[in-house]
């Protein structure tokens, strides 16, 4: 059997993107599986939420906001360091980038590594990549809450630290009024996990235990479409904890007996293909996923850097 193409380095399709307005002064863009971003109105500022792969990307999402709104970028909300949300950061012109202490402490430790192994993976995401000026570093920091009032009778959006998740340093932002999450990929909706950063037990209970506590109405994952509902807003989150759970069963009853790292990629692949595999990047993450948990479970307490290299020996050693 062929080996599978590497990661998502075959998926060179465009996708359709969908912008939606969540509320006055609210909205979503999504694609197809592809990385959500979402802005959020002040009074006489906007505040973004994501800045994608590549100043170009990015400026594409700015001109559909234009249509909408021309309000200048006050803040732009990082929700964790991976490359492919933080590097178009510079076409925003934000007075105010905002991250966790953690995202900061992880671009400094490995964002470079970040930002080539996800070009690698994924570059399509990466358009015109000489755009990029180089890392993003935010210019404030926040250890649990930041809140943003948003002027006149609107409220304040809230950044919050739920615990560790999909990485160190994930943070979501509230809105209350409307009762509108931006949950970041704490939460996917109809997407595949990529859990190659995460702490996967506390993902699953503790942390998605105060994302769900936030009784939100609507929720942004990182991808996927957005869940407007209670209803859909409880299944997103429970999609989200299902996987998990099924990972941690599955590797760690492999790992329990002694087996093999392959051995583990073949019980979690199994146990989840049915009811995922068709759902956007589930190939491309679940090696990356597996390692990752197999080293958590082997006592790893903070995941290994990805680099280019061990991508592709991770990837060839677990297929096929």
């Not at 006149?152 to 509108?180: F, N, S």
């Not at 037990?201 to 957005?226: I, N, Y």
């Not at 679940?286 to 990752?292: A, K, N, Q």
Request: hydrophobic letters at 45%.
């Amino acid at each position: 059997m062929a080996q599978k193409a590497f990661a998502s380095s075959a998926d060179l399709d465009d996708k359709q993107q969908t912008l939606d307005v969540l509320a006055d002064g609210v909205y979503a863009l999504t694609a197809e599986g592809d990385p959500n971003v979402g802005a959020v109105e002040g009074e006489d500022f906007l505040v973004c939420f994501e800045a994608l792969a590549t100043p170009v990307a990015a400026r594409a999402w700015l001109d559909r906001l234009r249509e909408h709104t021309d309000k200048p970028v006050k803040y732009l909300v990082l929700s964790h360091y991976h490359a492919v949300r933080v590097l178009g950061a510079s076409a925003f012109d934000a007075q105010v980038v905002v991250a966790h202490d953690n995202t900061r402490a992880l671009i400094a430790e490995r964002g470079q590594q970040d930002w080539q192994s996800e070009y690698a993976r994924m570059p399509r995401l990466f358009k015109e990549p000489d755009s990029i000026p180089g890392l993003t570093w935010p210019d404030a920091t926040f250890s649990d809450r930041f809140a943003i009032d948003l002027g006149g009778d609107r409220g304040e959006l809230v950044l919050q630290y739920c615990g560790r998740g999909h990485t160190d340093g994930d943070v979501v932002a509230w809105l209350p009024r409307r009762k509108i999450l931006f949950a970041g990929d704490l939460v996917e909706s109809r997407a595949a996990l990529y859990t190659g950063d995460a702490f996967h037990r506390e993902w699953a209970t503790s942390t998605l235990d105060r994302v769900a506590a936030f009784g939100a109405e609507t929720l942004v994952g990182g991808r996927g479409a957005v869940a407007r509902g209670q209803d859909a807003v409880a299944a997103a989150i429970g999609q989200t904890r299902h996987f998990l759970r099924v990972m941690l069963r599955e590797v760690g009853a492999v790992h329990e007996r002694g087996g093999t790292l392959k051995e583990a990629f073949e019980a979690a692949r199994a146990a989840l293909v049915d009811r995922y595999g068709g759902w956007p990047i589930f190939e491309h993450c679940l090696p990356f996923d597996v390692s990752r948990l197999w080293d958590e479970l082997s006592g790893v307490e903070r995941p290994v850097i990805w680099t280019v290299q061990r991508d592709r020996e991770v990837w060839a050693r677990l297929q096929d």
